[in-house]
């Protein structure tokens, strides 16, 4: 009846980390009506393009409706009972002849974190293998692991409203224009009302953020350590230390400054290592020191090198030894790439983590998680790492993998390794939303996923909000929630406690766990705390308003949300102290040279997203930048031999892409920018990943995305 007004449904935005409150207003037959929802903290009712747009996205055109099982070569449609046999089958039978540790599950921060939940259940409780890790291991994990070692445990401090109330915002290695720009619009307005209001940004690149920063230091690629290394060292010398706060609450500053102290004390030799004029450099430790309220926002500029979790570290350091910390208008922040990459981080979806924040080289925090779950075979050490893993696909000591909403083919580093150690795998089993991306053409096996506005659940975004995704459209053909088809193979398996009434009841069992015997190992109680949260029924759920963990349990039996942390100035760390992490500054792993002269950074567009299986269907988009490019200096493309506009073919010493040639003014000499969203299914084979380099951080286990040598030449 047209005359009753539309139903609409608040949700969340499934592209970004700043995770969009959004709402969608249904009339049967037309397209929903995507708003911005002003009642969400995160945007205010704010939305950018690409949130705009998704009404445009929804169509089924493309979309995977059916289980496929693959005979003979060829796949053929199949029903769920004989799909999901197949899977549960084919990994019994690899765990069986090789062991647990012969299977892996590849998922992503697309999932919603009951599917996360589930899918760590399964492997680490009861195949008994940490092998499974997310492509947030391509995006935060350096952010991860720099929390751990700074806080004791993988905690962002801050919160959105923090940056309007610095006076000086730091922007590292983050076009938070394109990528965060919601974010973006509320830094540009806290400008506008209060010119002040400082903008600082660190960037290879002049990107749009560019435009509103008072001072761009366009850094040469990966010396940040030695910038914040030199800023750390500036500060102990310009009495910029906060010594109430360090002897208090801190320890290790001695060993992390004679480190600074040994390359970075002189600001002169730091402005020629990172290329940048010593003047500007000066003038950015003088504001950073005599300001008080600053906030250091970082993205994948930081967290995707071989130094990556340094980056963050030697970022954090300079906020510790300044005390800024726990107060509104400052702290170090990590900007999250993914919707929920926050709430895989929570549940354990890392190869190296359990669950709630819980560790699993820690004996007490294990045995917890082993009661709780009844999962006497749980993982006992840390799994492969995203890199490391298609490396033992290939090398066959992985003989069956389950990639659940991600696109290796394309998004990995060294791309074709990927795509030869698929190709080469027993069993492939991908879960997708739709079919015909590089991944799925290798898939023995493809299931059917929901995708945004059918499924049901939660993300986390970087202010550690939790939202609820809601669904407003029924599910297409066969299409089946991600936990519900991990559910089925887990219980084919012969595993019980993966009878779930909804995705309500995963996220209570979540926020059980979360407080589950926590606090026993003698370390404190972990922050990390849903206890709010616990016995929430479906209609709460159903209900649920965005709300900041850690949730803890009012006077009045109310869910109580925390904004900020370290207001009380305790660390998670054994003793309450946060640590300073010496950072011993290191040049990307691989050196440009006569061969390969050019330094390849990777990112993303204003306008699209990922692989773009759901940006690429709207076309206007993808009239912002319709094909991929290659943006390299003039000076640059005249010595390759290139031209602006036509086709060049960028290759480096794992692969090879063609693209055209482009001058945005933004790239000094020696750099080259590629995206990273056009795939082996686009009209050219433009997968940049196929270029990168596949060394990683060493402690992270982050690829180095933003620095590959490469050639440029004609096409
Ligand atoms: Fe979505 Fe991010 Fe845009 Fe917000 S800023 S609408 S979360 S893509």
Known sequence: DMSLPAPTVRTTCPYCGVGCGVTATVRPGTIPIIAGDAQHAANRGRLCVKGAALGETLDLDGR?????????????????NEALERVASGFASVVAEHGPDAVALYVSGQLLTEDYYVANKLMKGFIGSANIDTNSR???????????????????????????????????????????????????????????????????????????????????????????????????????????????????????????????????????????????????????????KVVTAYSQGVNQSSSGTDKVNAIINCHLVTGRIGQPGMGPFSLTGQPNAMGGREVGGLANMLAAHMDLDNPVQRDAVREFWDAP??????????????????????????????????SLPDADQVRRALDKCELVVVSDIVHGTDTTLHADVLLPALGWGEKDGTVTNSERCISRQRAFLPAPGEARA????????????????????????????????????????????????????????????????????????????????????????????????????????????????????????????????????????????????????????PNDALLCGVREGELARVTSRWGAMVARVTHSGGIARGGVFVPIHWSGQTASDARVGALVNPEVDPVSGEPEFKHTPVAVAPF
């Open 64 to 80: 995977l409706l059916h289980p496929m099982l693959r005979e003979s070569g060829t796949l053929r449609q199949a029903g769920w």
């Open 138 to 292: 391509l995006c935060m994990s350096s952010s991860v692991a720099g929390h751990k070692r700074a806080f004791g445990e993988d905690l962002v401090p801050g919160c959105y409203e923090d940056f309007e109330l610095a006076d000086m915002i730091v922007l590292v290695g983050s076009n938070t224009a394109w990528c965060h720009p919601t974010l973006f619009q509320r830094i540009l307005r806290a400008k506008e009302a209060r010119p002040g209001l400082k903008v600082v940004a660190i960037d290879p690149r002049r990107t749009a953020t560019c435009e509103l920063a008072d001072l761009h230091l366009a850094i040469k690629p990966g010396t940040d350590v030695w910038l914040f290394n030199g800023l750390l060292s500036y500060l102990a010398r310009h009495g910029g230390v906060d010594g109430t706060f360090v002897a208090a609450h801190t320890e290790g500053l001695d060993a992390a400054l004679a480190i600074a102290d040994a390359d970075c004390a002189d600001p002169a030799a730091v402005a020629r290592i990172c290329r940048v004029d010593p003047a500007q450099l000066l003038a950015f430790y003088e504001g950073f020191a005599a300001t008080a």
């Open 377 to 410: 075979r749980i993982a006992s050490r840390p799994g492969l790492k995203a890199v490391d893993l298609f490396r033992a696909v290939e090398e066959g000591s992985v003989k069956a993998v389950w990639i659940i909403a991600t696109n290796p083919v394309v």
């Open 482 to 633: 991600d936990w519900w088809a991990l559910c089925e193979v887990a219980r084919r398996m012969g595993f019980a406690g993966f009878d779930y009434a909804g995705a309500h009841d995963i996220f209570d069992e979540h926020a059980r766990l979360s407080n589950w015997r926590n606090g026993e190992d003698g370390a404190g109680r972990r922050v990390f705390d849903l206890s709010g949260l616990i016995g929430i029924g479906q209609g709460a759920y159903e209900a649920l308003e965005p709300i900041q963990w850690p949730v803890v349990r009012g006077a009045g039996g109310e869910p109580v949300a925390t904004e900020r942390l370290f207001a009380d100035r305790r660390f998670a760390h054994a003793g309450g102290r946060a640590r300073f992490i010496p950072t011993t500054p290191r040049a990307p792993v691989h050196a440009v040279d006569g061969d390969f002269p050019l330094a390849l950074n990777t990112g993303r567009m204003r306008d699209q997203w990922h692989t773009m299986t759901r940006t690429g269907k709207s076309p206007r988009l993808s009239s912002h930048s319709p094909e991929p490019f290659i943006d390299l200096h």
